[in-house]
């Protein structure tokens, strides 16, 4: 299963995605895409419940507004 944050373009820039098993598919709380860099997962988990924060950080390359805005 995949969880993905992002747009769909034809070019498939931007976006990050999370791949998990079927067996964690059950544990899934919450999705949360907040943006196209940076999504939340939330399990639920004993004795607590666990977040997982993906970030897909701008390259080098990238004009230096996009990375301070990052």
Do not use: C, W
Not at 9 to 23: A, F, L, M, Q, Y
Request: glycine letters at 6%; proline letters at 7%; aromatic letters at 8%.
């Amino acid at each position: 299963m995949v969880y993905y944050s992002g747009k769909e373009n034809p070019t498939h820039r931007n976006g990050v995605g999370i791949v998990i098993t079927k067996e964690i598919h059950a544990s899934i709380k919450n999705f949360i895409p907040y943006t196209d860099r940076m999504p939340l997962l939330q399990l639920r988990g004993s004795p607590m419940d666990i977040n997982i924060i993906q970030v897909y950080a701008p390259t080098a390359d990238k004009k230096e507004q996009i990375i301070e805005e990052f």
